[in-house]
């Protein structure tokens, strides 16, 4: 009974430490937002990375997310003759949920392992040492750029992946199933409100914030050389998978109530 108490307590004691570590990094981060020049090259070069580079990923998962949803919905209401609704749930879905959540977690596995892959090989070489000896921010020089360029580019790559989704979904209803376009984009329009876009928009900026800090971090906390650098890959990714997926149903009660039924 003691192991059992003193092995949760010991685990209840990591995450919490683990979780202060995140909130003084953010801190720290904001904090140079807003006091430090801001790095353009670095900053640019990341805007690239993350959102240039990642637009193939987030068009192809964005398509076939929507022309899945949209051929199984069908296939369900049309037993109630009410294929076409089809368009307002593939819509409503993809901008509050599936936009939101399958963006989020594969530029973690895209981004957030390359961050912590990045930033961890610097770490155990010895380079994030060298930039304080050179009196340079660590922080202010890997973090804060990554940070901005992610909070930028993940509402704009969501807002593609619901455009994507919505534009596939449509294709496959009107052109193989034989749904009337005419009412499938009546019934869309008529139940996708502002409301769900700006749900779909702030939750793409929260897992900008939860991918970013997750991940640098576990690049800035690397130890034992190259093992360490592919084992805080690996947690990177997990952890950030996990964090998007869990903060997701925080974040939908919580815009929910924000944005009751009938907001515009």
């Given at each position: ?55 193939l990923?987030?068009?192809i998962?964005?398509a ?14 049309n ?61 202010d ?9 992610m ?39 008529r ?12 939750k ?41 997926l ?15 039924a009938?907001y515009?």
């Open positions: 009974m003691t192991r059992l108490i003193t092995a949760v307590g010991a685990a209840v004691v990591a995450l919490f430490t683990y979780l202060g570590e995140l909130v003084v990094l953010a801190a720290a981060t904001f904090g140079s937002i807003f006091t430090q020049k801001l790095r353009w090259r670095l900053f640019l070069n990341q805007i690239v990375e993350i959102g240039l580079r990642s637009q990923v987030v068009v998962t964005g076939f997310t929507g022309a899945v949803f949209a051929a199984q919905t069908f296939f369900q209401f037993k109630l003759g009410m294929g076409s609704a089809v368009g307002a749930v593939v819509s409503v879905s993809i901008c509050r949920e599936l936009g939101p959540v399958l963006t989020a977690l594969m530029v973690t596995g895209r981004v957030g392992a390359s961050m912590s892959a990045e930033i961890g090989t610097m770490k155990v070489t010895e380079q994030i040492d060298a930039l304080r000896a050179l009196a340079v921010n660590p922080i020089y890997l973090v804060v750029p990554r940070a901005l360029a909070m930028i580019s993940m509402p704009l790559l969501v807002a593609e992946c619901i455009g994507v989704g919505i534009a596939a979904g449509y294709f496959v209803a009107i052109t193989l199933l034989e749904v009337n376009g005419t009412y499938y984009v009546a019934n869309m329009v139940w996708t409100g502002m409301r769900d876009i700006i749900m779909g928009l702030a793409a900026f929260c897992f900008a914030l939860l991918i970013v800090f997750i991940s640098c971090h576990k690049g800035l906390t690397t130890r034992e050389g190259a093992v360490g650098v592919g084992q805080a890959t690996t947690q990177a990714v997990v952890d950030s998978s996990l964090a998007v869990i903060f997701n149903f925080f974040l939908t009660m919580s815009l929910n109530i924000i944005f009751p009938g515009q």
